[in-house]
């Protein structure tokens, strides 16, 4: 009995190893990992100096797990064994009661660190902000509550909500930017004012909803009319917001492989009185509409606002009477984008991960009466990611 | 290359043993020279060019002065120590003076270093004779197996098995349920406990709740025994699969009960090369009770510059050689008749403070660890601490399971029963090694690359 079972259990292990690596080198090759939304490694050159320096290896091993057999439904099938383990985090995403939250690493709460973030990136605004004085126009940097400040209270106790590292970084920035002269709207505190309506955020994104948006546009536009601006300023009537019926896969969702369902749709938000329009994306001539169409049975993500990853949009409605507004930031200006148009002649979007040139030259370029740049809590003080610089 | 990447299982290794079998038991040579080309391959692919020439330069310097040391000729042993010790040293220690020359140290660096020593000083002992074919000691030094991470080997323990080995059926099955195992016991509990380690001692120590350092503290001490023991399960699974026997390297040692028996459990195969090889020539104990104190302080001194060049390594070497020098009288009093679980509990409790040296980056950082341990930095209750138990609950369970010999207790249960249980014991382990194996690519695909411990060292 002893040696069939030896046999048997070789037999079944060299099998199974050999069929990996066989369906592992026959299979198509994918480049794109859509739940994990990356692109999969590359076959790295077969080149004997890269092994000779130690880097072959690496990169090869990195390229035959992204390209093993069965790489997508395995990481799916774990994702579902971690969901059945009750695992209070699964994929970097916190499973909260009704909602995905995203995990916050514990961070202790370093002033003086956040002091020195403050002054530099409150240096670099003072520059975009000196730049859009010199055309004649208005600079304002504005800060927006991401789903784990929104969803604070969401958050089991045991894990970070952040809401401390949030109000320093918050106060730091006031301070640096004020010490400045560079226009700040933080819309953290009229949010809070409305009483935490979750129909203003997201249960499985980053992001705020539409709604959310459309608050986000009305508050700043009105801390900037009161402070001296004149932008006209949509009411919530003059908007008609309808559901879509396709199925949302926010942020949260897709990471976990849409194993947790969610009954949430995307809206959206038209004017009642419509507004011709004209878009260009880079420069060429796009469908000029500020949501990315879909199938029916294609489930939408938060790109369905304005289409995403597009260095330059330019949206013209010829109406001389409206300011020009130049907006960029992090990924929440998209949704704002939607509406903010419908208060401009010329809404100027930039995305700097994808713009080669910089603001200081676009905006000198182009004069825009007004430069908003909309970050979320999670980079407000980041002077690398989107807007930082 | 590290056993548990796709790299080496899903290829490497199905190919080094297709090729292996493939050559006739008969032409034993020709099945030696594959595993010494295959090692070469697998040091030159981990390790680079470097990790190739340094060890090839290791195999020539300790062939030729052990064939010349033959005869209790001294010079040879004090050039081989000389050349081999300083490779190791300049690797470990160029970077504290020279940034500019540093460079990683190799792969195995040592690990091959203290065989080749080991080797040189067995044959000027007269213990082994001269290996007299340089492919032969080659492979005694190469072999994949065993040139990452250990068990450091004696000659004498495999000579007779080289070049060809003496695989067998038994022999096959038995090493790839333990590299299952092995495998499994790294992918899927070591390296969650490398999760919840590395973010605790990510933190500045002094800023730590007692909580979380407790739970850091307990992180890190799972998390480098499975990973060890992991390496060595593997390392021992893989050599039966070519058909060599190597020495087992760890013996449950979280079960010990003093500090020295802990040290007679873990990595088994350096604390007997310092013991044989530096503390017995120093005297051991034959020279009286202070000159053992300092040649137990001397041999833990080593222990400690052995696994790292910065100050933490030597505190840490030192804090075990001062146990072992507290516990000796200590074991002579009302401890010594203390009932075993106190002092296990006794004895895991100081290696845990000794894991917390090792870990720390510098002195300063374990200083200001151990006050955070005490409630002297951060306060005492986290909310982190309580996240990493239940984030990683399965593994905390299944990782302290792993640490005590119930699977031994298992099999001696089972080995003699007829019927079901000795089904049981005859097919059991194998299913559960085909889980496993399952269970660790799935794992692996899921989790990102992350290299063992020990490859540091």
């Not at chain 1, 182009?366 to 980041?382: A, N, Q, T």
Request: charged share 20%.
């Amino acid at each position: 009995m002893k040696r069939v079972s030896n046999i048997l259990f070789i037999a079944c292990a060299a099998v199974f190893l050999l069929l990996i690596a066989a369906v592992t080198i026959l299979r198509p090759a994918e480049t794109f990992s859509y739940y994990e939304n990356r692109s999969l490694a590359k076959k790295p050159v077969n080149d004997p100096a890269l092994v000779n320096d130690g880097t072959w290896y690496p990169a090869m091993e990195k390229f035959l797990c992204d390209s093993a057999a069965g790489r997508k439904t395995i990481t799916k099938l774990c994702t579902a064994a971690d969901l059945s383990l009750k695992r209070p985090v699964v994929n970097d995403v916190v499973i909260g009661d009704g909602i995905l939250l995203p995990f916050n690493p514990y961070e202790a709460v370093d002033r003086a660190k956040l002091k020195r973030q403050a002054e530099a990136i409150g240096n670099n605004l003072k520059a975009v902000s000196d730049v859009t004085e010199s055309v004649g126009g208005r600079y304002y940097y504005v800060s927006v509550p991401c789903q784990y400040s929104y969803c604070a209270e969401d958050y089991p106790d045991y894990l970070d909500d952040r809401a401390e590292l949030t109000a320093a970084s918050v106060e730091a920035l006031t301070e640096s930017l004020s010490a400045r002269g560079v226009g700040y709207i933080d819309t953290g505190p009229a949010f809070d004012a409305m009483g935490k309506d979750m129909t203003l955020s997201s249960t499985v994104d980053n992001h705020f909803s539409i709604f959310g948006a459309y608050e986000a546009y009305r508050i700043v536009l009105e801390a900037m009319n009161s402070d001296g601006c004149d932008v006209p300023v949509l009411g919530k009537d003059e908007l008609t917001f309808t559901e879509t019926e396709n199925y949302y896969m926010g942020s949260r969702t897709r990471k976990l492989f849409n194993l947790v369902k969610n009954t949430e749709h995307l809206w959206r938000a038209d004017p009642v009185a419509p507004v011709e329009f004209t878009r260009t994306n880079n420069g060429n001539w796009g469908v000029p509409s500020v949501y990315h169409r879909e199938e029916p049975w294609t489930p939408l993500l938060y790109t369905y606002y304005m289409g995403g990853d597009i260095g330059e949009t330019v949206i013209e409605t010829d109406r001389p009477a409206y300011p020009d507004i130049l907006i960029y930031g992090d990924s929440f200006t998209n949704a704002m984008e939607c509406i903010l148009y419908l208060s401009c002649d010329t809404m100027y979007s930039l995305d700097l991960r994808h713009y080669r040139g910089t603001v200081s030259d676009y905006i000198l370029e182009h004069e825009p009466d007004y430069v908003i740049c909309v970050r979320s809590y999670e980079s407000l003080l980041s002077t690398t990611y989107n807007g930082g610089r | 290359m590290a056993f548990s990447t796709m790299s080496f299982l899903v290829y490497f290794l199905p190919a080094a043993v297709i090729v292996y079998y493939l050559i006739p038991k008969r032409f034993p040579a020709l099945r030696g020279a594959e595993l010494l080309l295959a090692s070469l391959v697998f040091c030159w692919v981990g390790g680079g060019l470097l990790c190739v020439c340094t060890l090839c330069l290791c195999i020539l310097v300790s062939y030729v002065c052990a064939r010349l040391a033959e005869g209790k000729k001294k010079p040879p042993v004090i050039v081989a120590a000389a050349v081999l010790i300083g490779a190791l040293a300049f690797f470990k220690y160029i970077k504290h003076f020279s940034g500019a020359l540093a460079v990683a140290m190799p792969l195995g660096l040592s690990f091959f270093v203290f065989q080749a020593l080991g080797y040189v000083i067995d044959v000027y002992r007269g213990t082994v004779p001269a290996e007299r074919s340089l492919p032969r000691y080659a492979l005694f030094m190469a072999m994949f197996p065993q040139l990452a991470q250990g068990p450091i080997l004696r000659y004498a323990g495999v000579a007779n098995d080289l070049p060809g080995g003496r695989a067998t059926l038994d022999g096959f099955a038995a090493g790839l349920t333990r590299f299952c195992f092995g495998l499994a016991k790294k992918l899927l509990l070591a390296n969650a406990m490398a999760k919840a380690a590395d973010m605790v001692f990510g933190y500045e120590a002094s800023l730590l709740p007692a909580g979380l350092a407790w739970v850091g503290a307990l992180a890190y001490t799972l998390q480098i025994y499975l990973d060890f023991s992991a390496y060595s399960d593997m390392a021992l699974g893989l050599g039966r699969l070519f058909g060599y026997e190597f020495p087992e390297n760890f013996n449950y040692p979280y079960a010990a009960v003093s500090i020295t028996d802990f040290w007679r459990r873990w990595h088994i195969s350096l604390s007997s090369w310092f013991r044989d090889y530096v503390y017995i020539p120093l005297g051991g104990n034959r020279k009286g009770y202070a000159r053992q104190i300092v040649n137990i302080l001397i041999v833990w001194l080593l222990t400690g510059a052995w696994h790292g060049s910065t100050l933490n390594y030597i505190a840490w070497g030192l804090w075990f050689g001062v146990l072992i020098v507290l516990e000796k009288p200590l074991m002579k009093t009302g401890y010594g008749r203390l009932p075993l679980p106190v002092r296990r509990i006794v004895t895991m409790l100081l290696v845990i403070l000794g894991r917390v040296l090792f870990r720390s980056p510098d002195l300063g950082y374990a200083w200001r660890y151990f006050l955070s341990m005490l409630g002297m930095g951060g306060g005492i209750e986290s909310g982190a601490a309580l996240y990493l138990l239940l984030e990683y609950w399965p593994e905390w369970i299944c990782g302290l399971i792993a640490c005590f010999p119930l699977k031994r207790l298992l099999e001696k249960k089972l080995r003699d029963r007829a019927g079901l249980g000795g089904i049981v014991y005859t097919w059991g382990p194998k299913a559960a090694a085909l889980l496993l194996l399952a269970l660790s690519y799935m794992k692996l695909l899921s989790g990102s690359f992350q290299s063992f411990i020990y490859f540091q060292f």
